[in-house]
C-alpha cells in the first residue's frame, strides 16, 4: 500500500514569495490534515478536511494560507506571502476515520523562509 | 483549549538503562496515542490507549493510560541506539481534534 505522498521535500524562499505544497493521501482515507511543525515543537493542525469539506481551519493565518482538497482527494496547501516565522515542517496526514484512529503521515515539506 | 505537555523535553541516555517520559494535561481524553519521529520522516503510530488504567505492551516499550484519562507515560526497558527519536503524545476527546505534546527528543548512546 502507497504511503501520503508529499513534495516537494525541500523549499527554500525569500520573504513575501509565495509557496504550495502538494499532498496525495492513501488511497480510500477520506480525511486528510496539513499540520505545521516548527523546529523542536509537536505538530500543530493548520486544517482539517473530511473528503472535500473542511472540517477545522481554527489554526490556519487565513491573510496567507490557504489549502483545497477540490476532488476529496490530493490536496494543495499555498502560502502567499510567507514570513520567517513560516518556516518549518509541513506534514500532511490521512486517517480513514475521523478523529480517531491512527494518522498516516507524509515524510513532509520542509520550508526555509530567508 | 487542550495541551498536552510532555517531559522532559530533552533526554540523552546510555544503551542498556531504562527511562520513562510522560504526557500530562488538565483535560480528560476519550483516547491516547503515542508517535515516534525520526529526523527527516513523519511521525509513526506506536500505540493507541483508551481505557483509563489501560497498560499497553510493545517488546521493551510500555504504555500507560492514567486512571482519570489525563495522562500518560511510556517506558522503555534497556534502551537501544534504535529507540533514538522523537517521541510525541497525542489526546483527542470526543468531537475536538487531535492535540500534540511539544515532544520529549530521545538520544540513546552506544
Known amino acids: 500500500e502507497a504511503g501520503v505522498a508529499q513534495s516537494p521535500r525541500y523549499k527554500i524562499i525569500e520573504k513575501r514569495q509565495s509557496v504550495a505544497f502538494w499532498c496525495n493521501p492513501i488511497?480510500?482515507?477520506?480525511?486528510l490534515y496539513w499540520y505545521q511543525q516548527i523546529l523542536g515543537q509537536g505538530p500543530k493542525l493548520l486544517i482539517q478536511?473530511?473528503?472535500?469539506?473542511?472540517?477545522?481551519d481554527s489554526q490556519l493565518p487565513k491573510d496567507r494560507f490557504s489549502a483545497e482538497r477540490l476532488k476529496g482527494v490530493d490536496s494543495t496547501l499555498k502560502i502567499q506571502p510567507a514570513k520567517l516565522e513560516d518556516s518549518a515542517v509541513y506534514l500532511c496526514?490521512?486517517?480513514?476515520?475521523?478523529?480517531?484512529?491512527?494518522?498516516?503521515f507524509g515524510e513532509g515539506s520542509r520550508l526555509t523562509v530567508l | 483549549t487542550q495541551l498536552l505537555e510532555q517531559s522532559p523535553q530533552f533526554l540523552s541516555i546510555q544503551e542498556g538503562e531504562n527511562l520513562t517520559v510522560y504526557c500530562n494535561s488538565s483535560s480528560v481524553f476519550s483516547s491516547l496515542q503515542w508517535y515516534r519521529q525520526e529526523p527527516g520522516e513523519g511521525p509513526v503510530l506506536l500505540v493507541t490507549?483508551?481505557?483509563?488504567?489501560e497498560v499497553k505492551k510493545l517488546k521493551r516499550l510500555t504504555f500507560q493510560f492514567g486512571d482519570a484519562r489525563k495522562d500518560s507515560s511510556l517506558h522503555i526497558t534497556a534502551a537501544q541506539p534504535g529507540d533514538t527519536g522523537l517521541y510525541l503524545c497525542a489526546g483527542a476527546s470526543g468531537a475536538q481534534k487531535l492535540v500534540f505534546g511539544q515532544g520529549t527528543r530521545l538520544t540513546i548512546n552506544p
Open positions: 488511497s480510500g482515507h477520506a480525511t
Open positions: 496526514a490521512s486517517s480513514f476515520y475521523r478523529n480517531t484512529g491512527e494518522l498516516f
Open positions: 490507549v483508551v481505557t483509563g488504567g
Open positions: 478536511f473530511q473528503n472535500n469539506g473542511v472540517v477545522d
